[in-house]
């Protein structure tokens, strides 16, 4: 699982390089949902199949609280990319976006290798 993250990443940074901001944007937004659906799935099989400690203080410790947290999350930034589009700043959406995918692939990549020990 591991490789494939780091291969999507990296297809990621490659888009990122040489396109317009349209095809970035339908290569980035998936990859991102991806991530952190795989993340909130992780962390949720975690709480309930093993004795799970959280270390990210945000996440609440409750089904229904965890799934807003990554749903509001990711709406956030989503939007944020769209509205910065919008307003003209294209490379700042680009920014906001390569950065949330960092970050998850980072949070995929810690939870997946918390739950192998």
Avoid at 3 to 21: H, N, R, Y
Avoid at 32 to 41: E, N, S
Avoid at 55 to 81: D, E, K, Q, W
Wanted: charged share 15%; proline share 3%; net charge positive.
């Amino acid at each position: 699982m591991k490789p494939a993250i780091a291969i999507l990443l990296l297809a990621t940074c490659a888009v990122a390089q040489d396109s317009s901001d349209r095809t970035f944007r339908k290569f980035a937004v998936p990859t991102f949902i991806t991530l952190q659906a795989l993340d909130a799935g992780a962390t949720e099989y975690g709480f309930h199949q093993r004795d799970w400690v959280e270390h990210n203080p945000l996440i609440p410790h409750s089904t229904a609280g965890r799934m807003t947290y990554f749903g509001l999350t990711g709406a956030g930034v989503v939007f944020g990319s769209i509205y910065l589009e919008h307003k003209g700043h294209s490379r700042w959406s680009k920014a906001l976006l390569l950065g949330a995918i960092a970050v998850e692939g980072y949070a995929s990549v810690h939870t997946l290798r918390g739950l192998q020990r």
